[in-house]
């Protein structure tokens, strides 16, 4: 369901004229759309990113798959790494994975512009968002516990 701002001297109640509402005006420059359409300049938006959204989930699966032959070669050295270095592969995946989601849905939506399209697209980019952000705690902790680890290790041969 889409919101439908009211009509000039309209009531909630009814759509009969009301003389004594305050005047309403529409602040924003975009016009509402009638029933469960979605705005041309919101679908217009998203297609200008399904491009760019598309080509960085390429860049991920490549990285990931350049991280696979690079856990396979390592698995000769050394099987631990090898684990981690394909471990590490599937953790630049996913992200690729549930941008190329949300480029695919964003099609689904221009092709078929409805609500229930752009709310699968957006879950999409939320999915990838969230990750992201879980992603960037990790990244962080992690150098903090090596930074901690190389201080310690440091300040031991002192």
């Given at each position: 369901m889409s919101y439908q701002p009211p009509s000039p001297g309209t009531t909630r109640e009814n759509s009969e004229i009301n003389p004594y509402a305050s005047p309403t005006s529409n602040t924003t420059g975009i016009s509402p759309v009638e029933g469960n359409a979605i705005n041309p300049i919101i679908i217009d938006t998203l297609r200008k990113t399904k491009g760019w959204t598309r080509f960085i989930s390429i860049l991920l699966f490549i990285l990931g798959g350049l991280y696979i032959l690079g856990g396979i070669g390592n698995l000769f050295v050394s099987f631990l790494s090898g684990i981690f270095i394909f471990?590490?592969?599937?953790?630049?995946?996913?992200?690729?994975?549930?941008?190329?989601?949300?480029?695919?849905?964003?099609?689904?939506?221009?092709?078929?512009?409805?609500?229930?399209?752009?709310?699968?697209?957006?879950?999409?980019?939320?999915?990838?968002?969230?990750?992201?952000?879980?992603?960037?705690?990790?990244?962080?902790?992690?150098?903090?516990?090596?930074?901690?680890?190389?201080?310690?290790?440091?300040?031991?041969?002192?």
């Open positions: 471990v590490f592969a599937l953790l630049v995946i996913y992200p690729g994975v549930k941008l190329a989601q949300y480029s695919s849905k964003i099609s689904k939506l221009i092709a078929t512009p409805n609500e229930e399209n752009l709310i699968i697209a957006l879950e999409q980019q939320r999915a990838f968002w969230k990750y992201a952000g879980i992603a960037g705690i990790f990244l962080i902790l992690m150098l903090i516990l090596f930074a901690v680890i190389a201080g310690t290790l440091v300040s031991s041969f002192s």
